[in-house]
């Protein structure tokens, strides 16, 4: 199975992947992923064949452009109610995210979470999809209120992942966040209105990054304007021509760089200064 976003395809994990998961998960930001640390990239590509066989909810994030893996995503099937029957219906979801830390911050884990989560609710029988965080993490929190997900609670020392340098277990506070299905539909006319302002702003500040790179570049060529005129005095005087002669007669260093001997080196570079100063 594959899902494809705008910038991501969410597909299972595959040979090959190791090195690129090895990067975020040598050293797992936070503590409940502490158990999945890897040692070597050699244990990471032995991880990533184990999980090639789990095509149905394991998915890894990989960024369109580059095919680079850039986080990961999965949630299995469970009863609603801890204690439910062996025949209770698996209608329930608790999904883990995780992104490589180079990726933070730049909507990619909204982009994979949304499109996941619509995944389970339209195609894999979700009613409820709730994800425990801890208090203290931000991101994921954001995370879940973006997605549209409801705190239900806060449980208190809920459980611990890791020992202190006393050996004594440290208790983390956990969050309750959840979504309903008919929540999810309910509100995907808002949400599809949120991924294309999202989307455009992305675009938006795009062209605005460029647009202040190409002024601050233009305010860059202004200053070089007294080095523009020495340059192009040298190569309208006696000593280009005379270094040019000695190049082309092979009388210079064989490692001198030599850019402004090059055949119409300086007058291209002119003509186009020229061209974007208008001078
Ligand atoms: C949780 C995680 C996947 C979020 O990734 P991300 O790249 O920050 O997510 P996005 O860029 O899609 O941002 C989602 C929202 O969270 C906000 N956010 C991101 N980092 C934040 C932070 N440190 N504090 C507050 N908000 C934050 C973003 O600004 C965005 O909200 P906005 O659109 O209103 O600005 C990422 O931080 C991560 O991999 N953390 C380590 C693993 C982890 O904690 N997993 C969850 C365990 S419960």
């Not at 002669?245 to 030599?258: F, I, Q, S, T, V």
């Amino acid at each position: 199975m594959t899902i494809e976003t705008e910038r991501l395809i969410l597909r299972p994990f595959r040979e090959g992947d190791g090195s690129d998961v090895f990067e975020y998960l040598h050293e797992p930001e936070v503590n409940c992923f502490a158990c999945m640390k890897l040692d070597s990239p050699d244990d990471a590509e032995k991880e990533v064949r184990e999980r090639s066989g789990e095509t149905e909810y394991y998915f890894a994030i990989v960024l369109k452009a580059s095919g680079k893996v850039i986080g990961e995503i999965d949630a299995y099937p469970e009863a609603g109610e801890p204690h439910a029957d062996d025949d209770a219906p698996k209608d329930t979801f608790s999904p883990c995210w995780m992104l490589n830390r180079e990726y933070h911050g730049r909507g990619y884990a909204f982009e994979a979470a949304h499109a996941f989560f619509d995944y389970l609710f339209r195609e894999k029988g979700a009613r409820r999809i709730y994800a425990y965080v801890e208090d203290h993490n931000a991101a994921s929190r954001r995370l879940c209120e973006k997605l549209g997900m409801r705190l239900e609670g806060v449980f208190r020392e809920f459980v611990s992942f890791v020992d202190d340098a006393g050996g004594d277990p440290v208790y983390e506070n956990t969050c309750q966040y959840a979504i309903l299905k008919k929540e999810w539909l309910a509100c995907d006319g808002v949400s599809e209105q949120i991924r294309r302002i999202t989307r455009f702003e992305r675009i938006f500040d795009r062209i605005k990054l460029a647009l202040s790179e190409f002024d601050a570049a233009a305010d860059r060529l202004e200053k070089l304007k007294p080095d523009v005129e020495l340059l192009s005095a040298y190569y309208s005087g006696d000593d280009w021509k005379r270094d040019f002669a000695d190049d082309e007669a092979g009388r210079l260093p064989n490692d001198l760089k030599r850019g402004v001997l090059s055949e119409d080196g300086i007058y291209d570079l002119l003509e186009e200064y020229g061209e974007l100063t208008g001078k």
